[in-house]
């Protein structure tokens, strides 16, 4: 079959790098395809600055069309350095690897490429309506950018998502050469401002200032910009006013606007990039914030599967389902790491008391992307530095340094946090639970907590978790503590809760939800609402149950000093009943317990007292918390960390830093690490240890969230039951012997990483001379006038 016979006739819309490189590959493919590109700026319009491109994407743009790889990489600024200035100090990693161009020239070499294959590229016309051209050709692929009119006129069909944040920034140039990509944070009197810049040329850099709604404002910003102008016209008075601010970084050069005025950006998402036989390519489709640099990357990428995709599927349907199918994962990948960098940026004022090397660390390896051993491999020395910095040891992964909670030492800072079970039906500590905390006591981490234990019996979240309200449950914790403490001397912990609404549930089934019991008991909350539509409502609790709900927890804390724990844990999160106080999507009382925050914590903290009297000097005491709902309306930052301020003044030694499970109808934004941004705010705001938990599940990341001062300890939970050794496995892996884990002794043989296939295989040597290893570090230095690139 032909590939010309899927979309013979196609019109794109847009005659950027995107649409014009979705040309030229769909023509090479299929030289009988008519392929008419629509463009309402004129052939010679200049706009944009630089664009930086991804080795993954050099090497398919080499195998795609070698022709236009050799144009672009001829005229490539490249460097592998990062620079990070800030407090006055710069901070440099090597070995990252960049190439930059001018989007000025890459849109010249693919408009030439498209001339080449006889493309017919339409500039000064702009493209008719998109419902006349879907009627006139076979496929119409809009290229349109962010502010896309083909996404706007058929908004049923791709159901666009548009995120705007609040930070405003401002796209140059500059005719300072750069040699690195180059972060600026600065602190001035009306907050921070900084820049993202990175050479891609012999004669200009690419320098986007950007700062807080909060901060942009009180620098004068905002009075400037509403000063009218036309379209196309830059914002000229911000323009001075930045190239003062940041005079000291241009070194006498000039800041070059191009239509440049103080914009927002917009993260766009769509629920389909397809409406019959119109297809989003780009921008259009999807956006990923400037900082980690990935617009121009994504388009080109978008061209490449899209022009495939319609060579390898028999229609056109089938073409642009495998399109979207092949595209969206690589697509939400990205998104969510620029996300992150995206909130990193947005929230620079957390992070501006660091030391120069830990904030430098933290920049980098904001996006969760690149990690602790990324760097490492990148920079052994760069790392190395920061490790010093900080208290650690070159080859001392982070992960293995101690710490010091009340009067507790923990050899490291790995905690395997409250798994529950799902094993008591008798509410005793079953020989399951047994069995589970002696192997993770014995699986290296610092401290391991015992989960979801209840202070009386209708505090309990299912009919099969364990309680400590009796006698005989605390001579049975007692025996289950001896028992790990025969084998193991990691601390051991207990969580202690009250479900409150979410009780009386069976075991929770595959999708993590327990049903409402038949039989259940009285459930009790601060106001009579059901966890969802199918759970019962519960009471709203009064005074006196609630003063016994006070005395439960006081005398389960006695009961867990007399069975031996080291460690105890309160539960106010997770939509139990102490967290269902705190939140006012479930606290909708207006007595002395209900309406304004200071209420709301009026019962955890009367808890938290009456548990820190009970629970013995020097043991800590930790509070674990909820701190966003992820839900309208629900508990603000602002509000999580007066909570952890006033929890931090009632007693609690540490807070664990989850979020969400407090209402049916939340929408956390599930990922790797996505939790860990709360730990390191409250960890900021109120100088207590925090414990970062949610989808940690790697060692690479649990060194890079401590390192980069996020949190204090790191609790991984999922991937302990995948692997109750994981601590060990972590030293084993990197070679790791020393005080920061403990390999039981009838375990020791095993404390080396088994060889695997190949293991003693040793390679011969096949090259007569061997090539020298890249360097590290590596800057843009502009050729020569008259040398070739290779000099």
Known sequence: MSPGRVAARIAVIGAGPGGLYFAALAKQLAPDRELTVFERDAREAESGFGVVFSDETLDGIARADPRVFAAISAEF???SDIDVRYAGEVR??????????????????????????AVDVRYRTPAPPVDRLAAEYDLVVAADGIHSGTRAAHPESFRPDLDQRHCRYMWLATDKVFEAFTFIVEQYDFGVLQVHAYPYSATRSTFIVEAAADAWRRAGFETLAARESARGESDLASVRRCAELLAGHLDGHRLIPDASRWIRFTTVRNASWRHRNVVLLGDAAHSAHFSIGSGTKLALEDALALAAALSEHPTLDEALAGYEAERRPVVESTQRAAQASLEWFETIGRRTGQDVDRFAFNLLTRSRRVTYGNLRARDPAF????????????????????LKLGALELRNRIVVPPLATFTSPDALPSGFDRAQLTGHALGGAGLVIAGMTAVG???RATDRCPGLWTDHQEAAWRRLVDAVRAVSDTPVGIQLTHAGRRGATAVPGPDGIGRPLAEGWPLLAPSALP??????????????????????????????????????????????????????????????????????????????????????AGRPLLVRISASDWAPGGTTEEEAVAICRALAGAGADALDVSTGEVVAHQRPPYGRGYQT???????????????????????????????????????VGRAQLYDPLWTLHAAAERGYTGPGVRWPEPWRAGSRKPPGPNADRVAPRLRLLREPPAPVHRR????????TPEE
């Open 677 to 715: 941004p709360f730990a390191e705010l409250v960890r900021t705001a109120t100088g207590l240890p925090t414990i970062a938990v949610g989808a940690i599940s790697g060692f690479d990341d649990a060194d890079s969230v401590l390192l980069a001062g996020r949190a204090d300890l790191v609790a």
């Open 457 to 459: 019996p209708e505090g």
């Open 780 to 787: 843009w230095s502009p050729p020569r006038p008259g040398a």
């Open 531 to 616: 966890w969802d539509a199918g759970s019962p409502v519960p009471h709203e609790a009064n005074d006196v149950q609630l003063a016994a709900v006070t005395a439960d927890f006081a005398a389960s804390a006695e009961r867990a000093a007399r069975a031996g724990f080291d460690v105890l844990e309160l539960q106010f999160g997770h939509g139990h009943l102490l967290s269902s106080f705190l939140s006012p999507l479930t606290n909708r009382r207006t007595d002395r317990y209900g309406g304004p925050l200071a209420h709301r914590l009026r019962l955890p903290l009367e808890v938290l007292t009456a548990v820190r009297a009970a629970w013995p």
């Open 383 to 402: 790392v190395d530095a920061v490790d010093t910095a900080f208290g650690g040891s070159p080859g001392v992964p982070p992960m293995f340094r101690p």
């Open 77 to 79: 600024a490249r460097w």
């Open 92 to 117: 440099t990693s090597g070995g990252h690897g960049f190439a930059a161009l001018d989007r000025n020239r890459l849109r010249a070499i693919l408009r030439q490429r498209c001339a080449e294959l």
